[in-house]
């Protein structure tokens, strides 16, 4: 017997960001004329839209093909805008953005979006409460991740030069780890442990709630037509934006390193943000706090590895040493969320204690040299 298919609904917020797909073509008309930083700045604008629809797309073919393959893909696909930009960035050169993107989009997803989640939820709510063993576990998890990133710096910061050869060989076995660290944390929450994650249940049903009547459905090949062209127009738009960073970086006079942590870094999480934030306001902290840990364990978990391993046939290969700021600012991080989320509940005080914790960090990062 044949389980009925869910077909995914264009709600309200989804109209929002297929207007502002208008900065695509106006992207590619400012890259035509040469404008410069027009073509950084739209370029970016145009990024938040396309990065929603990849993952809408994603939910919707997801909901097609089972919860197996579609964890699959949402795993793949599901911080694919990172990913891309990376991957512009690596073919251009351009190194210490790419290594500081990684950096940025851990910090912004547990300290700017856990920070306004908890804000958002505050504000409605005195002692807005949440699942403390997912967030615990998604916060040991990230602590291992740190650990693989502290690692590589610690080793190469003690033995000095006499080991720059192997920074590459340690970088990709470590890699190697952080990929099947990913895949046991997948087969924990989607198939031993998925009852300790049932904040999945609550997004699907406000994102029913949200679908306006009488909006179209989707089919299977309609989510993966709008996937395929969503992600092929995230590569020409992200070449587009990495080529623009050149001039932007001296005219600015910003340092790649601050590009990288805070402004590729939320760009590519800005569809996420909004999302987090926004089911935190209806109540949905679970729901809000599950995008924040999910997104910043992919990227350390799967997006930093791949980038690794991709670096190398691109040309521009990168290790896993990332600066004594970078791995410091991560450890923070993850530490400040851990006491946050240890008694289950928050405030909208603690929000704002993340957030002010982001706004230091980035300050710190802007003045660096």
């Known amino acids: 017997m044949t389980a009925p298919t869910q077909s995914l609904r264009l709600g309200g917020a989804d109209k929002v960001f297929l207007a502002l797909l208008v900065f695509v073509p106006a992207t590619i008309v400012a890259a035509r004329l040469h404008a410069g930083p027009a073509v950084f700045v739209l370029a970016a604008l145009a990024l938040i839209p396309l990065a929603r629809w990849i993952g809408t797309a994603t939910e919707a073919v997801a909901r097609h093909v089972g919860p197996g393959l579609g964890g699959l893909l949402n795993a793949t696909f599901g911080n694919a805008a990172e990913l891309i930009i990376g991957i512009a960035a690596l073919k251009a050169g351009q190194t210490a953005v790419v290594k500081a993107s990684i950096t940025g989009s851990i910090l912004g997803n547990l300290l700017l979006v856990f920070g306004a989640a908890a804000l958002a939820a505050g504000i409605k709510e005195a002692r807005p409460r949440f699942n403390a063993t997912a967030a615990l576990s998604s916060s040991a998890l990230m602590y291992l991740a740190v650990v693989a990133l502290v690692m590589p710096d610690l080793f190469h910061a003690t033995l000095g030069a006499s080991v720059d050869h192997l920074m590459r060989p340690l970088s990709l076995l470590v890699s190697v780890i952080l990929v099947v660290l990913y895949a046991l944390s997948l087969l924990f929450s989607v198939r031993t442990h998925a009852q300790l994650f049932e904040g999945s249940d609550a997004l699907e049903a406000e994102l029913e709630s949200e679908a306006t009547p009488g909006s179209e459905q989707w089919s299977l090949g309609l989510g993966i037509a709008v996937l ?124 704002a204690m993340l957030i002010a914790v982001y706004a230091i960090l980035a300050l710190v990062f802007f003045f660096v040299p």
């Open 228 to 351: 395929l062209v969503s992600t092929a127009v995230t590569v020409v738009v992200s070449e587009l934006l990495v080529g623009s960073l050149e001039v932007v970086i001296e005219q600015w006079g910003l340092t790649p390193t601050f590009v990288g942590v805070i402004v590729i870094a939320i760009i590519g999480n800005a569809a996420e943000h909004s999302t987090a934030v926004l089911m935190a306001l209806k109540n949905q902290l679970d729901v809000g706090l599950s995008i924040c840990f999910e997104s910043s364990k992919q990227i350390a978990l799967l997006v930093a590895p791949v980038l690794v391993f991709l670096s190398g046939p691109l040309g521009h290969p990168i290790t896993l040493e990332f600066s004594h700021l970078e791995v410091m600012s991560l450890a923070l991080a993850v530490g400040a969320t851990a006491l946050v989320t240890l008694d289950g509940e928050t405030h909208w005080l603690e929000g």
